[in-house]
């Protein structure tokens, strides 16, 4: 018998000699055995190149609410690729784009368009240190806000916030100089921060739920706080809303917690699968661009990312499909929490909108502390390979997204895998 993967395999070792570290991005070499190679994707499902079927819960790592191939998405696309796809000029779907979005957000007066997260944080951060004539920005431990090196620190595993950790090689130590690292869901903490350099903070990012590190709502109270911190020290508020945007509803973590950001940064869902970012907010502070803030892109604003993004807001708009998903979320859990306990498995499982998280070896996650003490290695060495087994494709640090076209068939089926393999592995390490 052809052993498992072979053909993914066999491409993987092929793409090493060709592809610098054989990946596209670096986080997809941290997947166990290697990465998988696929052909095709429907729906909540995709087919790989040795023709086994999956349900999918990683979804392109986050952009793909709608799942794959969604018809109005597709017919979107189709109808924008016949008539062009750049054209280094405006295109009406750029505005009606913006139109759309920031009536979608409902808090933000105006926005500007570019293609990743990273560039999103990048520019949000240039608009907040230009606002405020002010250089240093805290973060919060356990976040991640992209790649680039003025923020790429501390984030799996360094919940804990004092100095800055470089996260990569070659990245200078001076990069960081202008960082600093508070605690997520602690406001005396935040509050230090701007005591010790009073005058001195342009802006506090938070990722509002902390989606890298445990996708969970913020204690009640602190975002206000962090709002009424910035205020009083005249420091701006962004919010980091790569992940959340569009998976916690039409308006966001802005929305759902009810506390207004100075800005907020846009990914992933916002383009179903196109490179698409934004970020969005005060007018004044987005206006900074027309006095020397500069925010430049070749593939800004392109017309079929521009069309893609309104056809996703189209579908999200319809009756129903938050609370689908809310379902989903709810049958997941219930399911995981109900394997672990058949098994005697300590393990913590919780959703919020449509995104969900099982973390192996902890009773409850609250943020970037519990996810730094539970036991990834279990879950990406042992639970993720055998789940491949049942035909369930997952992350490696136990966030499950889910997507419109995932089904309660779906989710039983995900929830039985569970159970087995919860079942046949030794228990995590608690
Ligand atoms: N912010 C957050 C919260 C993210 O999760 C990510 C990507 N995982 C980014 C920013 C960077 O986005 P991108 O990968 O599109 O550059």
Redesign the pocket.
């Known amino acids: 018998m052809e052993p498992r993967w072979s053909s993914s395999k066999a491409l993987w070792e092929r793409a090493c000699r060709s592809i610098g570290g054989g990946v596209a991005s670096s986080v997809r070499g941290g997947v166990y055995p290697h990465q998988l190679y696929f052909e095709s994707g429907k729906g909540a499902h995709l087919v790989d190149i040795d023709g086994d079927r999956y349900i999918d819960y990683v979804l392109g ?2 952009p793909l609410l709608l799942g794959h191939g969604h018809p109005a998405i597709l017919e979107a696309a189709h109808a924008q690729l016949d008539r062009g796809i750049m054209f280094g000029g405006g295109n009406m779907h750029e505005v009606v784009a913006a139109e759309r979005f920031l009536g979608a957000l409902g808090w933000a007066e105006r926005l500007l368009w570019t293609n ?3 560039e999103a ?1 990048q520019i949000a951060l240039r608009l907040a240190r230009a606002h405020t004539g002010r250089d240093i920005v805290v973060k919060l431990g356990g976040g ?4 680039h090196d003025t923020v790429l620190a501390s984030y799996m595993g360094y919940g804990k916030g004092g100095e800055p950790v470089p996260h990569s090689l070659g990245q200078p130590a001076s990069s960081l100089a202008d960082l600093r690292v508070g605690l997520y869901n602690d406001l005396d903490n935040c509050a230090s921060a701007f005591e010790a350099e009073p005058g001195r903070i342009a802006a506090v990012l938070v ?1 509002p739920t902390s ?2 590190t445990g996708s969970v709502a913020p204690e009640p109270g602190y975002l206000e706080g962090l709002r009424r911190l910035c205020d009083e020290h005249g420091a701006l508020l962004i919010f ?1 809303e ?2 959340s945007g569009l998976r916690l509803g039409l308006s966001g973590a802005a929305g759902r917690f009810g506390v207004t950001p100075d800005l907020a940064t846009y ?2 869902a916002i383009g179903s699968g196109m490179a698409v ?1 934004a970020v969005a907010g005060r007018g004044e502070v987005i206006d900074l661009v027309l006095q020397g803030a500069v925010h430049s892109g070749t593939f800004n604003g392109n017309p079929l990312a521009m069309t893609v993004l309104t056809a996703t807001l189209d579908v999200l708009s319809q009756p129903g499909v938050y609370d689908h998903i809310d379902a989903l979320g709810q049958a997941l859990v219930k399911g995981v929490r109900m394997a672990a306990i058949e098994a005697g498995h300590v393990v913590a499982a919780h959703h919020l909108g449509a995104t969900a998280m099982v973390a192996p070896g902890v009773p409850r996650l609250t943020g970037p502390d519990d996810y730094a003490e539970a036991d990834w290695e279990h879950w990406g060495k042992h639970v993720v390979p055998a789940m491949l087994e049942y035909g369930v494709y997952l992350l490696p640090g136990g966030r499950l997204f889910l997507s419109t076209q995932h089904t309660l068939a779906d989710v039983d089926a995900t929830t039985e895998a569970f159970a087995d393999v919860f079942d046949s592995l030794p228990a995590p390490r608690v």
Not at 144 to 147: A, F, L, S
């Open positions: 790592w986050g990743t997260g990273t944080v991640y806000h992209g790649w990722d989606s890298n980091d790569v992940v990914g992933k970012a």
